[in-house]
């Protein structure tokens, strides 16, 4: 089914909503927020570099002119950046929001949290986030919904090295933050009714370009080609927005969980004690987390 049809079908106008979404100049985030304006929604885009943010709501503005945008600046390593959108969003609540954002293979270094940059861009964050705004979100009958990964499955958490910084392979520390993300955030809304995950498959976006330079000549195309396009991987997040999801449930593709139209499925890649204990974490880092403002 063509990408436009299944919308269609399947997502109802989003006119007089407003949605957040964070790394909206992404691979994904900026198909998303084309999906997202042509049904109707009204958009902030969080995002860490205001240049980009501005050019990308110049360009949105220019296919959809009554669409409504406003731009603040993200950055989510920088827990600061992070507690002021979070004080502008409970403000001036979005009725949902999008945690897209997300980094794999980049340079590390400890945040000024103490954790590692990779689990500060890709659980801790975001985690503050939905965290924060759970309540007015709840309350308007809206939706969190957070992108998670199957690499959440490549290694299980270790709690004696928690944000992996101990870990050099860039996936494991990657996938260690999404696991935090995916189980905190099920235990923070057990009957999946606000929060939802969901998750893209395999599509081709920056964040998958971080092979070695020849090797990544030699997969670039045939990446292209073998895996869905993010205008369409991005429908499993879409779906999200509208789709209530139960305990250790998320949304992605369906075949494989890497290519298809999204469906909803039970993940079962965590154990209770292992969730519990991360929630337990989850919970203890949030609340330390004015400790750390300057
Ligand atoms: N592509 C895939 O196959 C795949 C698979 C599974 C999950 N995902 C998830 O999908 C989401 C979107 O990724 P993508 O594929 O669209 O990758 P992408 O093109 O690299 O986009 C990532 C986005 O996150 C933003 N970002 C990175 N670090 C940030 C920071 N410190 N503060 C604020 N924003 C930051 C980037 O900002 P800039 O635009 O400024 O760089 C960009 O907008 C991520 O959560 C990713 O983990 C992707």
Known sequence: MKTSKWIEKNIPSLEGKTVAISGATGGIGKELCRHLAALG??????????????????????????????????????IDSVRSVAESLLQDPPDALILN??????????????????????????????????????????????????AHTYSSANFSDIDFSLVTKSSKAYGNAKRYLMFSLFGLDEYGKTVVVAHPGITFTNITAHYPRLIFAIIKHPMKVIFMRPARACLSILYGLVTECGKNEWIGPKFFKVWGLPRRQRLSTCSDEEAAQICAIAEEIYDQSDLFAE
């Open 41 to 78: 929604a009204s958009l902030v885009l969080l995002d860490r570099n205001p240049e980009k943010s501005l050019a990308l709501k110049k360009t949105l503005q220019k296919d959809f002119p009554a669409l409504g945008v406003k731009n603040i600046t993200l950055d989510l390593e920088d």
């Open 101 to 150: 954002a997300g980094a794999y293979h980049i340079p590390r270094h400890k945040c000024s949290t103490g954790f590692d940059n990779v689990f500060q861009i890709n659980f801790v964050s975001p985690y503050y986030l939905a965290r924060t705004l759970l309540p007015k979100i709840q309350e308007r009958g809206g939706r969190i919904v957070a992108v998670g990964s199957i």
